[in-house]
């Protein structure tokens, strides 16, 4: 039996992709990499922390809301965890039309929903809001990910196809364990069938998952510079990526915000265009390409906007300066105020520019938006 929740996280924070909505917490699955278990939210009962006319009211109210930004549900759970779970997941999205918001919706699930959100669903479709559904299929078993059925994943690609509801593959983490060549083929196979494209990642960590680390002893030896990294990458495996994304012609994306884009049919907003990833790594389409090309070479930002922007988020900009390079995309250097993570993703977003600046992780890990570098075992 799942035991109680014993800890929160904060109800609304943002990504490097997207702000999150989590007034829902605590997942009965207990995947050996997750980064719910330093605080005691896996193997445990789903709870809501929240009601879902305060969580919408919460994210509304946030200091780094943008219209324009996504909004992913449930991500310290599984939003089809449980019917308790996705029955929640109803409320809540029920809430967010009724207050008027129009952000594109993402869901991150490794279940295959009961049915409940269908009526739900259909009043996004009908009020033409983009809903976006991640399938997290690794092809790791579970003496790694406990408690995942892997027909479930497989039935999920199928349910949300049937609906047209858009599927990106989220393909994570990279391990040791999932990244032979067989594994990978047989995941890319099925789920380009159903997907638009698949997000890579390695592997995220914060210090404290050292102990649950059994499955990859060199990083586990070495935590603090593979906790100090943008994530970890089994070696070799990002090159195998790229030749099963030839072989099937299927868009992998090493940066989620490109993928997002490219099945929203838009340009990324981000500014990863012409970055090493996007050069080396993200294997996007011409015409993808040319919508950043077209949009970037074109694009201007103003100290001004920078300085609106920065009042906007709520910060002290007093001793704030600013430099703009003029590159494409622009590089907007920021001195003089404190920023984390989460504001510099959603600089980048709104400005459409790189952000350099000096910086804290806040709630969050490693990340490409802060120019964090990987490391490969």
């Known amino acids: 039996?799942?035991?109680?929740?014993?800890?929160?996280?904060p109800v609304v924070l943002r990504h490097a992709a997207w702000l999150v909505v989590n007034n829902v917490q605590g997942c009965p699955k207990d995947c050996a990499y997750c980064f719910l278990k330093p605080i005691h939210q896996t193997g445990t009962a789903p709870s809501e922390v929240l009601n879902a006319k305060d969580s919408i009211a919460m994210l509304k109210a946030h200091e780094l809301y943008h219209v324009d930004s996504p909004v992913c549900f449930y991500t310290s759970t599984d939003p089809f965890a449980t019917p308790y779970v996705e029955e929640k997941l109803v409320e809540v999205l029920e809430e967010f039309l009724s207050q008027g918001l129009r952000n594109t919706v993402c869901f991150v699930t490794k279940c295959c929903p009961k049915g409940m959100l269908d009526k739900t669903l259909k009043k996004f479709q009908d009020k033409n809001i983009p809903v976006v559904v991640?399938?997290?299929?690794?092809?790791?078993?579970n003496e790694i990910e406990k408690g995942v059925k892997q027909q479930?994943?497989?039935?999920?690609?199928i349910y949300f196809h049937e609906r047209?509801?858009?599927?990106?593959?989220?393909?994570?983490?990279?391990?040791?364990?999932?990244?032979?060549?067989?594994?990978m083929e047989k995941v890319v196979s099925y789920a380009s069938q159903y997907a638009y494209a698949a997000v890579v990642t390695g592997l995220k960590l914060y210090t404290s998952m050292q102990d649950q680390l059994l499955f990859w002893p060199e990083v586990r030896e070495d935590i603090q510079k593979a906790a100090d990294s943008e994530c970890v990458w089994p070696r070799e495996a990002l090159g195998k990526s790229t030749l099963l994304s030839q072989k099937y012609d299927y868009p992998i994306f090493q940066t989620n915000s490109c993928a997002l884009s490219y099945v929203l049919q838009?340009?990324?907003?981000?500014?990863?265009?012409?970055?090493d990833v996007c050069k080396n790594y993200n294997t996007c389409p011409t015409h993808q390409r040319d919508k950043c090309n077209n949009f970037y070479s074109e694009h201007v930002v103003t100290e001004e906007v920078v300085l609106e922007t920065l009042k906007m988020m709520k910060k002290n900009v007093d001793d704030c300066q600013i430099k703009i390079?003029?590159?494409?995309?622009?590089?907007?250097?920021?001195s003089g105020v404190m920023l984390d993570t989460s504001?510099?993703?959603?600089?980048?977003e709104i400005l459409h520019a790189v952000v350099v600046s000096d910086f804290h992780r806040g709630h969050y890990w490693g990340s490409s938006v802060t120019q964090e570098e990987p490391y490969t075992v």
Request: aromatic residues 10%; hydrophobic residues 40%.
């Open 1 to 9: 039996m799942a035991k109680n929740l014993s800890s929160i996280q």
């Open 134 to 141: 991640y399938i997290s299929y690794s092809g790791l078993t």
């Open 152 to 157: 479930d994943i497989l039935d999920s690609f």
């Open 164 to 183: 047209d509801i858009p599927i990106i593959h989220y393909w994570r983490p990279f391990l040791p364990q999932n990244t032979d060549i067989e594994t």
């Open 266 to 275: 838009q340009h990324n907003p981000d500014a990863m265009w012409q970055t």
């Open 325 to 334: 390079l003029e590159q494409s995309p622009q590089i907007v250097e920021i």
């Open 343 to 348: 504001a510099i993703s959603s600089l980048r």
